[in-house]
């Protein structure tokens, strides 16, 4: 019977020890966190182990027992056919598992594209602020409005906005750079809404900690994320490039198309950045959207009457 009681004890106190130290080593890897399990989120301190010249082995995670980061033996191919499928796995790969450093070049061209699509009407936006305030133009061939079969007032003050979306008409339709300066207003117009909208969805998920673990979200990782999020936008470029007459329901419904797609893939990004309930992101992305759209509507009017 002692014998019997002394093998329980001592199997608890290893069993004890054995939970100490696996909290120890949880606690230590997080303090020299500096990569990602892509699976779970959790904190690690490699990707692999080196044991000579030619032999490594993948660290596995300790928490979900799963391979910390599948994709560094994968091609970069199949780790953008994944981004393209909004896999938060090869998301989390490129966040937290690699440089990264052409994050800010990519952030310059995605927001310059989407200037291009605002400028040229060829967005679901553009084409619901030329519907609201009944403005029409002849600047693209794609649908520039939406025909409603219900009438909409909107404010005084937002009726007044309306009339700097009005472009002022060209001598030549056919050369889209000779009102460059249209275009570069248009251009701090759209930066003033990403601004906010950045910065609204950080103060949202840093307000926000119910329901969530406490993380810190550096400025570096908040603009990478976005600009992997906003990567979306390259789906406008066909109707920019190769745009031919055609029914105005398939133009919208490829504009409408691609701004649902946007959304999840920005809830993806932002869920994996701040780990935030699903309902509480979704809310943040739909105010965050909403005041970049209503700062991008007040301060193009507001840059084309300072700009002579």
């Known amino acids: 019977m002692v014998n019997v009681f002394l093998r329980k004890t001592i199997a608890c106190t290893m069993g004890e020890k054995k939970k100490l130290n696996g909290e120890y080593m949880r606690l230590k890897m997080s303090n020299n966190k500096k990569y990602r399990c892509v699976n779970c989120g959790e904190p690690c301190s490699a990707l692999y182990k080196t044991y000579g010249p030619t032999v490594l082995k993948l660290t596995k995670c300790i928490s979900c027992k799963g391979i910390v980061d599948k994709y560094i033996e994968y091609d970069p191919v199949i780790v953008m056919i994944d981004l393209v499928l909004m896999s938060r796995e090869a998301q989390r790969h490129i966040l937290y598992n690699t440089e990264f450093k052409a994050f800010w070049k990519l952030f310059i061209i995605l927001m310059m594209l989407e200037t291009y699509a605002v400028w040229r009407s060829d967005c679901l936006f553009s084409i619901t602020v030329n519907t609201l305030c009944d403005v029409e133009n002849n600047y693209t061939i794609n649908a520039t409005s939406i025909d409603i079969p219900i009438s909409i007032s909107l404010p005084e003050t937002w009726r007044h906005n309306c009339k700097g979306w ?5 001598a030549d339709d056919t050369d889209l750079f000779i009102w460059e300066k ?3 207003v248009q251009f701090i117009s759209t930066f003033s809404g990403i601004v906010i909208f950045i910065s609204t969805v950080h103060i949202l998920m840093k307000s926000i900690q119910l329901f969530a673990t406490k993380r810190e979200v550096s400025c570096e990782l908040l603009l990478k994320a976005f ?6 936008v390259v789906f406008l470029l066909p109707a920019l490039v190769w745009s031919s007459p055609g029914p105005a329901r398939a133009g919208l419904a490829h504009y409408a198309l691609v701004f649902l797609y946007t959304l999840v893939v920005f809830y993806n990004v932002f869920t994996v950045v701040y780990e ?7 809310s943040v992305m739909v105010v965050s959207h909403c005041a970049k759209y209503l700062t991008t509507f007040l301060a193009t009017p507001l840059l084309r009457g300072l700009v002579p």
């Open 166 to 170: 009005v472009q002022d008409s060209r």
């Open 182 to 184: 249209d275009f570069y």
């Open 227 to 232: 600009s992997l999020g906003n990567t979306s």
């Open 276 to 282: 935030r309930a699903a309902a509480v992101t979704v």
